[in-house]
């Protein structure tokens, strides 16, 4: 049967999408979040963080339950202190 191939024995298996972080190709699982991407490249703690998908700022408060989709383009950018 094609199309349940994610099925078996009454669970549902995670698929693998396609993302781009800084323009680098990604692959993430499908439920990731961009709290669970932020997490991974060890950035989600820091300070003087911004994000963007798509071109489009996503607040502090949105990160924890935005859910990523395939192809997103995903802009990360962390404040540095100079002098």
């Known amino acids: 049967m094609t199309g349940w191939a994610g099925l078996k024995s009454g669970k549902i298996k995670n698929f693998n999408m396609i993302i781009f972080v800084n ?4 692959t ?3 439920t ?5 991407l932020l997490e991974s490249m060890n950035l989600y703690e820091q300070k003087g963080i911004a994000v963007a998908v ?3 700022i996503v607040t502090k408060k949105n990160i924890d339950e935005y859910i990523l989709k395939n192809n997103d383009r995903i802009i990360v950018i962390q ?5």
């Open 32 to 36: 990731c979040t961009l709290k669970n």
């Open 54 to 56: 798509n071109n489009s």
């Open 28 to 30: 993430v699982d499908d």
């Open 79 to 83: 404040a540095a202190q100079g002098g």
């Open 23 to 26: 323009d680098i190709e990604k």
